[in-house]
């Protein structure tokens, strides 16, 4: 009884958890941004897609590791997934919603099990998850509304952008490239805030 009640009190949120997740989704949030917009300052859209599937991730993934360690308990990877998904519907995409809502659900899925967010190879493969349903907010519009959004982009790109970034996001070769770029960021990001979690954070037992 007693065990169980030790093991209940380890998965419940508590404040510091709270604040931890709010910080460092922020400073995700404010990385990914800030890249976003020095990439679109610097490339063409078309081209964006080439860089952005690998950078995002690459920065992201050391402070999701090290707030993953942090908090170690069910909710850190769904919860950022719908964070993302909220965020992006009050941006004017309410389809993001349900893919949110399936990419948290697979994402907990993934990471089910005893002491998983403090297993770095977990952690790891369960922020991949993240930033394929970061993909697919990419992907819905041009196949579920393709004309209208087609009409959008070209208020904004020309018609080689818009046709070359139809073709990323609705040809298979093209998605399947994303989510391998998505994946090789997700590792290397991964990588290195695996080194700075075990040489930094643990040691000071910051986490």
């Not at 290397?188 to 700075?196: A, M, N, P, Q, T």
Request: proline share 3%.
């Amino acid at each position: 009884m007693k065990a169980e009640v030790e093991s209940s009190k380890n998965t419940r949120w508590v404040m510091r958890d709270v604040l931890t997740f709010v910080i460092f989704n922020l400073i995700i949030m404010i990385l990914i941004t800030v890249a976003k917009v020095v990439e679109d300052m610097l490339l063409a859209p078309q081209n964006t897609f080439f860089v952005g599937s690998w950078l995002f991730p690459l920065l992201a993934t050391p402070f999701y590791l090290v707030m993953a360690d942090r908090i170690g308990k069910r909710g850190v990877l769904s919860g950022s997934i719908l964070i993302f998904g909220v965020l992006y519907t009050f941006m004017g995409g309410p389809y993001c919603a349900p893919v949110a809502i399936v990419g948290a659900v697979i994402g907990e899925l993934v990471m089910w099990g005893k002491d998983s967010y403090h297993d770095i190879k977990r952690v790891i493969g369960g922020y991949i998850v993240y930033w394929v349903t970061f993909g697919f907010y990419g992907i819905i519009p041009y196949v579920l509304f393709r004309e209208a959004y087609m009409k959008q982009l070209e208020t904004y790109y020309n018609a080689a952008d818009v046709t070359a970034m139809i073709a990323q996001y609705t040809e298979l070769p093209w998605i399947l490239l994303m989510m391998a770029l998505f994946a090789a960021g997700t590792i290397v990001g991964g990588l290195i805030g695996s080194k700075f979690l075990k040489k930094h954070v643990r040691k000071a037992k910051i986490a």
